[in-house]
C-alpha cells in the first residue's frame, strides 16, 4: 500500500464523525385530543441525519456496550409548551415539546428520545387543524 493510502485511511478512521450529517431539522407535529375540537400542527426541530457507525465482524468477542451504534440524537434542547385550541374547562389544553436546539452522533438516550423507529406510526389530523408557529 502506498503511504498516500494508509495516511487517508487513518485521517478518515480519525476525523470520519465530523463528516457524520447529524443537524436540526423542521418536522411537523400533528397533536390531538380526544375531548377538544381541533388538531394542532406545530412547527419543531428534531434531531436528523447520518452518523458514521461500525459493525463489528467480532461481535462474540466484544463486550456489549462495544457493539451500540451511534444515531443522530439530541445535544442540546429545550421544551415548548403550546395551547391546544377548542378544549372543553374540564381539559388540560397544553401540550409540552422537545425542540432540538443542536444535535451530535452518540448513543440512544431513552430518558428523552424514541430509539426504536416504527414505520406503522402516522402523523396527520383526523380533526380541523390549527398551526401553531413557536
Given at each position: ?12 478512521l ?10 436540526p ?14 388538531c ?9 441525519g447520518?452518523c ?17 451504534q451511534?444515531v ?13 385550541p ?15 436546539v ?15 423507529h ?17
Amino acid at each position: 500500500m502506498s503511504p498516500f493510502f494508509l495516511l487517508f485511511l487513518l485521517f478518515g478512521l480519525t476525523f470520519g464523525q465530523t463528516a457524520s450529517l447529524c443537524a436540526p431539522s423542521e418536522y411537523i407535529i400533528h397533536v390531538e385530543k380526544r375531548e377538544c375540537t381541533y388538531c394542532l400542527a406545530i412547527n419543531t426541530t428534531i434531531c436528523a441525519g447520518f452518523c458514521m457507525t461500525r459493525d463489528s465482524n467480532g461481535k462474540k468477542l466484544l463486550l456489549k456496550s462495544a457493539l451500540s451504534q451511534n444515531v443522530c440524537t439530541y445535544k442540546e434542547m429545550l421544551y415548548q409548551t403550546a395551547l391546544i385550541p377548542g378544549c372543553p374547562l374540564h381539559t388540560i389544553p397544553y401540550y409540552s415539546y422537545p425542540v432540538a436546539v443542536s444535535c451530535k452522533c452518540g448513543k440512544c438516550n431513552t430518558d428523552y428520545s424514541d430509539c426504536v423507529h416504527e414505520k406503522v406510526r402516522t402523523n396527520y389530523c383526523t380533526k380541523p387543524q390549527k398551526l401553531c408557529n413557536m
